[in-house]
């Protein structure tokens, strides 16, 4: 085609697709599972945040701190090779994959839980209490479902991070996506083919997300905290001075 | 001024109650004695303290310094720096917070559970019934306030009105022994109000224990056993609803000329 004869050759790429795919299938399945961990670890983590115990306080601000903090490479190395050669615990790549993302992403989904349980009205916390409702009662069935309702488009942005970061997951040999296209690159000189179809794979799968968190959405519209909304019978205020936007000044203005 | 009826039948009894909020002090030693049976609304302009004193009855605010007996018992609100120490109190708290039934301005039902589910709660919960005892109780309040029909909606398809009506059935639910009310229609829009209304009147008839804070005076009138009117959280003035057409302090005077006018 152009003077060098390069040619984008996707044939290389169709005879190894089996193997892209089932690579893919394991990124997914690796995301889906750290995805899972990290949810269950960040409502904790964000509950004994926001607890009013001190030392639960800070222990869950350390975690926050130390996972979000440190860069997923190092994370990786730590988890794979310091474990096995500080306290002789040995994992294979693809759990020592799995607990990496599920350790990282549990501290950015215990941030956005701990927002979102700030964010339920305080008037919730009360209907609770003054209904007798112990305390457990009150954080697991009104505040934490309306939470996690409301943080739901976060909930998915971070899947579709995780999903991505499998791909760094290649530096411990766990034969995800990147790994394969990797290796499949070196075999038949097609680093190009390969790494591109990795990203269009990539694409595919965010996009699915994206769509299913949609669909989530949608259904639990009910319930979830729906930015600010003005009580009924309470005008809502339409600027801070109280006038109308684009009405001039009025002398009570300046009092 | 000074609320006492001494005698057995009090069933709350508020004494030296103080509460600030920084430098405001917005309960300036409040003592308030409601008998069991006895419907009391508390009248006063806005900050008055008024929604604060009733808060202070649940101890949704604890007071700072001074008591709150409920059938004749101390409450105390959770302090303790042990878990579980703060557990044993918080459920005893609870345990007395069951038997007083609250409303509140902006309802406060449960947008994520059906209508249903937001009586059935405290039911299983806290009462810890089986499901089907919860439901058969949860139905027949429903019923009362006429959204038998809507059991199995949620709260954002119901209108202002049917909130405050479910707010209220969630809380009669638990078969308290006393109601507060915290400006039950305050937020309903005019048309609305009448219905809310109407329950509480009933309620009232039926011999509930009532604390009411509430602007509106003609119901006031007509279903008090006693008018509270409380400024810069102090009680200015109190006694039966119609000593308050002929109000003896200035103060009480002129609320009640700025509210008709």
């Not at chain 1, 399945?29 to 990290?38: F, I, P, S, Y």
């Not at chain 1, 791909?167 to 990797?182: D, F, G, K, N, R």
Request: proline share 5%; glycine share 8%.
């Amino acid at each position: 085609m152009r003077e060098k004869g390069f040619a984008f050759d996707l044939g290389v790429v169709l005879a190894h697709l089996p193997e892209m795919l089932g690579a893919f299938g394991l990124s997914v399945a690796v995301a889906v599972a750290a995805m899972a961990l990290a949810t269950a670890a960040g409502l904790l983590v964000a509950v004994g945040a926001t607890s009013r115990w001190r030392v639960l306080v800070a222990l869950c601000f350390a975690h926050i701190q130390v996972f979000r903090g440190v860069a997923l490479y190092v994370l990786i190395i730590w988890v794979y090779f310091g474990l096995a050669i500080t306290l002789q615990v040995n994992i294979a790549p693809t759990p020592a994959g799995i607990l990496t993302l599920a350790l990282l992403d549990s501290a950015y989904l215990a941030e956005i839980f701990r927002t979102g349980l700030q964010k339920v009205d305080r008037g919730q916390r009360e209907a609770g209490a003054a209904l007798g409702l112990s305390d457990g009662a009150i954080l697991w069935r009104v505040v934490v479902p309306q939470a996690v309702r409301s943080m739901i488009p976060a909930i998915g942005n971070q899947f579709t991070d995780v999903l991505k970061d499998t791909s760094i997951l290649a530096v411990i040999a766990v034969p995800e996506l990147m790994y394969t296209s990797q290796s499949l690159a070196q075999q038949t000189y097609r680093p190009f083919e390969f790494y591109t179809v990795a990203g269009v794979l990539f694409v595919i799968g965010v996009s699915v997300i994206t769509y299913a968190v949609r669909v989530a959405e949608r259904r639990v519209r009910r319930g979830a905290v729906r930015g600010v909304v003005a009580p009924a019978g309470v005008p809502m205020v339409t600027s801070v001075s109280g006038r109308e936007p684009g009405e001039p000044p009025r002398m009570e203005d300046e009092r | 001024m000074t609320a006492n009826t001494p005698g057995d039948d009090v069933l709350v009894r508020l004494r030296g109650i103080r509460k600030a909020f920084g430098a405001n002090v917005v309960l300036d030693g409040v003592d308030l004695d409601v008998r069991a049976g006895e419907v009391l609304v508390l009248l006063g302009p806005s900050g008055s303290g008024k929604s604060t004193l009733l808060r202070t009855v649940n101890m949704l605010t604890p007071p700072d310094a001074g008591t709150v007996e409920f059938d004749g018992e101390v409450l105390v609100p959770p302090a303790s720096r042990w878990p579980w120490a703060y557990r044993r109190q918080s459920a005893r708290l609870a345990r007395h917070r069951r038997e007083m039934g609250m409303v509140f301005q902006h309802f406060n039902v449960f947008p994520h559970m059906s209508v249903l589910r937001n009586i059935t709660l405290a039911l299983r919960s806290a009462q810890g019934l089986s499901k089907a005892d919860a439901e058969a109780v949860a139905l027949e309040r429903l019923r009362a306030v006429s959204l038998a029909e809507k059991a199995s909606a949620y709260p954002d398809s119901l209108s202002g009105g049917q909130k405050q009506r479910l707010a209220i059935a969630r809380a009669l639910a638990l078969a308290p022994k006393l109601m507060l009310f915290d400006e039950a229609t305050s937020a309903l829009d005019p048309e609305l109000v009448k219905g809310v209304l109407d329950e509480m009147r009933a309620l009232a008839g039926s011999g509930m224990t009532m604390i009411v804070v509430t602007h509106e005076i003609q119901f006031a009138k007509e279903v008090a056993d006693r008018v509270v009117f409380m400024e810069h959280g102090r009680i200015v003035e109190e006694g039966p609803a119609a000593q308050f057409d002929e109000p003896r302090e200035q103060r009480t005077r002129e609320f009640l000329r700025a509210l008709s006018s």
